[in-house]
């Protein structure tokens, strides 16, 4: 069974940066996808970057300021934000696809921007 485990949230300025990473643990056959989520009091949880096929995407209000890269030996999948803004405040979730479409989601990191 696989369990993910994410680290790197915190609290921080506007403009400043966080690396948030996610490591898998257990039994994964077949994941074709890992990506981050966020979800916001209130808010739908809504999707973040994800990389996939060697294909990475983002959300918009992201683009140019997250990377996501990932590491299928070592089974990690980091978020590298920087210029952060009080609108990305949220906790963020990692979560590996498989090719049968199993979710395997982590417990969350908590990430907070003050202005």
């Known amino acids: 069974q696989l369990q993910l485990t994410e680290s790197g949230g915190g609290s921080v300025l506007a403009g400043e940066s966080l690396t948030l990473s996610c490591a898998a643990s257990g039994t994964a056959f077949g994941i074709n996808s890992m990506g981050w989520f966020r979800q916001s009091p209130g808010k739908t949880r809504e999707m973040v970057a994800m990389?996939?096929?060697?294909?990475?995407r983002y959300a918009n209000s992201v683009k140019g300021r997250f990377t996501i890269t990932r590491s299928l030996e070592t089974m990690t999948v980091d978020l590298q934000m920087n210029n952060l803004k009080p609108e990305d405040t949220a906790v963020y979730y990692c979560?590996?696809?498989?090719?049968?479409?199993?979710?395997?989601w982590g417990p969350g990191t908590q990430v907070t921007v003050s202005s």
């Open positions: 979560k590996f696809s498989t090719l049968n479409a199993e979710d395997t």
């Open positions: 990389v996939g096929g060697g294909a990475a």
